[in-house]
T-cell receptor, first 110, second 114 residues
Framework: DAKTTQPTSMDCAEGRAANLPCNHSTISGNEYVYWYRQIHSQGPQYIIHGLKNNETNEMASLIITEDRKSSTLILPHATLRDTAVYYCIVEETSGSRLTFGEGTQLTVNP | GAVVSQHPSWVICKSGTSVKIECRSLDFQATTMFWYRQFPKQSLMLMATSNEGSKATYEQGVEKDKFLINHASLTLSTLTVTSAHPEDSSFYIC??????????FGEGSRLTVL
């Protein structure tokens, strides 16, 4: 059973914010929300993770709803190099086996 | 940041031969390594989990005798695809977990079996 649901694809204009949603309505109290991305023909790259508080780092911001049933990854100023498949994963710890869903193909257009 | 390196990055082999793919953690000790397979336009599928010094744990449906995994040291895990066939052509990706639970992925190895 899929733990997360993401849109199949999204488009964004270069320089604008990209907001990628993820539903995880069955998330349990000790599960984190992780975001990875995969640029074509490369290994996945860690972006950010959070438990219940919003998080921000140099790459992105993660907004988690109060009930933790959904989250949004925000790339504040998307560039062409941000074109990739973005995976939202819920898991107890990052060092454990991660189950990848289908992800969202984000295409940043010039 | 921590680096995980895979070798080779791509390999072409004849049907029936065996191919070994290496996964190395370059600047940290990896207690656990994971092997994934990814077919074109599909997501990553976990194949197995390997812990240093012990037998790998394979996911359901993955043949352990066909995909041999060895994790002989804290910095190296190898995946050997035995008697490879065209249907084994895929993108193989490893990840390594640090002692503090952080996870890093390799760049992937593309296998093409003719």
């Amino acid at each position: 059973d899929a733990k997360t649901t993401q849109p199949t694809s999204m488009d964004c204009a270069e320089g604008r914010a990209a907001n990628l949603p993820c539903n995880h309505s069955t998330i349990s109290g000790n599960e984190y929300v992780y975001w990875y991305r995969q640029i074509h023909s490369q290994g996945p790259q860690y972006i950010i993770h959070g438990l219940k508080n919003n998080e921000t780092n140099e790459m992105a911001s993660l907004i988690i709803t109060e009930d933790r049933k959904s989250s949004t990854l925000i790339l504040p100023h998307a560039t062409l190099r941000d074109t990739a498949v973005y995976y939202c994963i819920v898991e107890e710890t990052s060092g454990s086996r991660l189950t990848f869903g289908e992800g969202t193909q984000l295409t940043v257009n010039p | 940041g921590a680096v995980v390196s895979q070798h080779p990055s791509w390999v072409i082999c004849k049907s029936g031969t065996s191919v070994k793919i290496e996964c190395r953690s370059l600047d940290f000790q990896a207690t656990t390594m994971f092997w994934y397979r990814q077919f074109p336009k599909q997501s990553l599928m976990l194949m197995a989990t390997s812990n240093e010094g012990s037998k790998a744990t394979y996911e359901q449906g993955v043949e352990k005798d066909k995909f041999l995994i060895n994790h002989a040291s804290l910095t190296l895990s190898t995946l050997t695809v035995t008697s490879a066939h065209p249907e084994d052509s895929s993108f193989y990706i490893c990840s390594a977990s640090t002692l503090t639970g952080e996870l890093f992925f390799g760049e992937g190895s593309r296998l093409t079996v003719l």
